[in-house]
Structure formats: structure tokens, C-alpha cells
């Protein structure tokens, strides 16, 4: 039973093991700048959810701008894109990068809407009591 204990662990430990499926491509790009392409990416089809129209009215292509913006072309970033998915600890740290992010940026607006409320309902009560005094 011991023996197979051990044969077991040892398949379980291999297996979990950082297996590089896919050869690295020449032109890599970095994690950071990874993390930022799909940070950009993620902001800009939230943009394309929500109002097409803007973009459309534009002429902005989301994936062409991001090409220009970081200087990288379509083939490059698959290729990255495909290499870093075939490592899923990476994989995993650059999107969880991505989502800090986007909470972050997500609070940041909450808090400016919080404080555009709290103004508006203020300037509302100023406005009240100038009415009532009058």
C-alpha cells in the first residue's frame, strides 16, 4: 500500500509541475506589459459593452490601438498570449494583476460618484434652506 502511496505522490508532484508546452517566442512581451495590454483590453470592450456608438463615431479600432499604443503586432501578442497561458502560474498572476486593477480603478470611480452625490445633495439643501429663508 506504501508503495503505491508513494508511486501516486510522486505522479501528483510531477504532474503539478511548471510544464512549458509552448516554446517561448523571440519577441516575448514582458508580464508587466502583458498585464497592461490586458488591462487596456479589458477597460476598452467594457467601453465596446457599453456604447459601441462612441468608438464607432471615432473610427477607433480597440485591438488596432492597442497594437499602436504598445507597439506590438496581432501575431506577437497571440503568440505571447498563447505562451503564457501554457504556463498557468504566470497565466494566473498577470490577470490577477489585471483584476487588482480593475477593482482599484472601479473603487476610485465609486468613490467619485459617492462624492459627486454627496455634493449635489448638499448644493440641494443649501438651495432648500435658500428658498425657505426667503
Do not use: H, W
Not at 501528483?12 to 516554446?23: P, Y
Not at 503586432?73 to 490577470?95: C, G
Not at 483584476?99 to 467619485?112: G, M, N
Request: net charge neutral; glycine share 0%.
Amino acid at each position: 500500500m506504501k508503495k503505491y502511496l508513494v508511486a501516486f505522490s510522486m505522479v501528483f508532484m510531477f504532474s503539478c509541475g511548471q510544464k512549458k508546452v509552448i516554446e517561448k517566442p523571440a519577441n516575448l512581451i514582458p508580464e508587466k506589459e502583458m498585464s497592461d495590454i490586458l488591462y487596456d483590453v479589458a477597460i476598452l470592450n467594457a467601453a465596446k459593452a457599453i456604447n459601441t456608438s462612441i468608438l464607432q463615431e471615432q473610427e477607433i479600432d480597440p485591438m488596432a490601438y492597442i497594437y499602436a499604443k504598445y507597439e506590438i503586432d496581432s501575431l506577437q501578442f497571440v503568440k505571447s498570449d498563447a505562451y503564457y497561458a501554457s504556463i498557468p502560474l504566470i497565466y494566473e498572476n498577470i490577470y490577477t494583476s489585471v483584476e487588482t486593477r480593475l477593482v482599484e480603478a472601479q473603487k476610485v470611480i465609486d468613490d467619485e460618484k459617492l462624492k459627486k452625490k454627496e455634493e449635489d445633495s448638499n448644493k440641494s439643501k443649501e438651495s432648500l434652506k435658500k428658498a425657505t429663508n426667503k
